[in-house]
């Protein structure tokens, strides 16, 4: 049985930082595309960046340059390294994964490309 457990969200200043962590069980993090996505309230889902199995990344504009997704395939876990914190960030965020979707394709920022979610972690910053 595949699950995901995400830890790491809370609260922080505008500028500041948070490590989220999404830990997977039932199936190994490198055979899979991953993602984090985030939703605010009122708004849709939205894809904040994607990893493939080669490594591969994409990242939503917003975030390039202050977001960083990486992988410890030891620990079978996925991390989001988020720096340069904006109130816009806040969110609830969530960690994706499914076999068969593909980081080079536009199509990852679709939550229904993923077949697997975490029950997703608060992250709040405060201007």
């Known amino acids: 049985q595949v699950q995901l457990v995400e830890s790491g969200g809370g609260s922080a200043q505008a500028g500041g930082s948070l490590r989220l962590s999404c830990v997977a069980s039932g199936y190994i993090v490198s055979d899979y595309c991953m993602g984090w996505f985030r939703q605010a309230p009122g708004k849709e889902r939205e894809g904040v960046v994607c990893?493939?199995?080669?490594?591969?990344?994409s990242y939503r504009d917003s975030v390039m340059g202050r977001f960083t997704i990486s992988r410890d395939n030891a620990k079978n876990t996925l991390y989001l390294q988020m720096n340069s914190l904006k109130p816009e960030d806040t969110a609830m965020y969530y960690c994706a994964a499914d076999k068969n979707a593909r980081c080079r394709y536009g199509t990852w920022t679709w939550p229904s490309r993923y077949e697997y979610w975490g029950q997703g972690t608060q992250v709040t910053v405060s201007s």
């Open positions: 990893r493939d199995r080669d490594g591969r990344t």
